[in-house]
């Protein structure tokens, strides 16, 4: 095979160039190291969105207009937010259990909900989640053979949902059920407890200081006897999660007022931004 001969006096004069570039590229990965310690440590994020310039056709587009959610944002948070659910409906596959045509009004809203969880974060795309199934009914589960209206697989990376009950827990905004809020949280439990990503290991620092809360007999306390969340939520870690985020959107004036500190670690999880949220200021 024939070797590239460089002169000598052209290697010369390419040297400091070539020593400019390795430094170049050290002097990257420090810095992204430091930011990435410091993000951590901080809980802040250097970028969250560069870019927004996917766009929804006009009739996807009236079912994101619907969303109050989506109506309280600023204009600059729209584009955002609006280009978020083009790209998890682009690289989310849908599919109806029996083989019905999935709707393009079904797509649009369990993308918004997916997007709404995640909008403070940078990875919003849910890596361990590749399918989303809808049912027409609650299903019965392979794992117990109970029903169930929503399940997370992570081996198989599907998400299981019953689509009335995805209606009903977003018609009512305000009763802390919302049944794809509840799944999709689970999903990104999961995810932080097997990926490395800044939002991941936040959410996952987080989610250990909410259980250390827990042993805090203060709190034990005072959970027992307001009766604040519903009994299912102390069903385990990862319905707490789920059950303590559905009171996070739904009711989260009265969730920080009850239980301030629960609240800031769940918002901090998130990284969500106040005025995101109704009714606080």
């Not at 936040?202 to 034990?220: G, N, P, Q, S, T």
Request: hydrophobic share 45%.
């Amino acid at each position: 095979m024939p070797r590239l001969l460089i002169p000598s006096d052209t290697q010369q004069w390419l040297a400091p160039y070539g020593y400019a570039l390795v430094g170049l590229i050290l002097l990257a990965a420090i810095i992204h190291l430091i930011l990435r310690y410091l993000q951590n440590r901080k809980d802040f994020l250097w970028y969250r969105q560069v870019v927004s310039w996917r766009r929804l056709s006009l009739s996807r587009k009236r079912t994101l207009q619907e969303f109050s959610f989506y109506k309280n944002l600023s204009p600059k948070y729209q584009k955002q937010f609006e280009h978020r659910v083009a790209c998890f409906i682009a690289y989310k596959s849908f599919n109806h259990r029996y083989g019905k045509p999935v709707q393009d009004h079904q797509k649009v809203t369990i993308a918004i909900i997916a997007v709404m969880l995640t909008f403070g974060r940078r990875n919003y795309m849910m890596d361990n989640l590749e399918t989303i199934l809808i049912f027409d009914t609650p299903f019965e589960s392979a794992a117990n053979q109970a029903l169930h209206k929503g399940e997370f697989n992570p081996r198989a990376k599907v998400l299981a949902l019953s689509w009335p009950d995805v209606l009903a827990g977003i018609q009512v905004e305000d009763d802390n059920f919302h049944l794809a809020l509840h799944e999709f949280t689970h999903v990104i439990h999961i995810e932080s407890e097997r990926s490395q990503h800044i939002d991941a290991l936040r959410y996952h620092k987080y989610h250990h200081l909410l259980l250390m809360a827990l042993k805090d007999r203060e709190v034990r306390n005072r959970l027992e006897l307001s009766q604040f969340f519903r009994d299912y939520a102390f069903t385990n870690q990862y319905e707490f999660m789920a059950v303590l985020t559905e009171y996070f959107f739904e009711s989260p004036v009265a969730f920080q007022s009850e239980f301030p500190l629960l609240f800031q670690y769940i918002q901090t999880a998130l990284l969500y931004k106040t005025d995101w949220l109704t009714g606080l200021e």
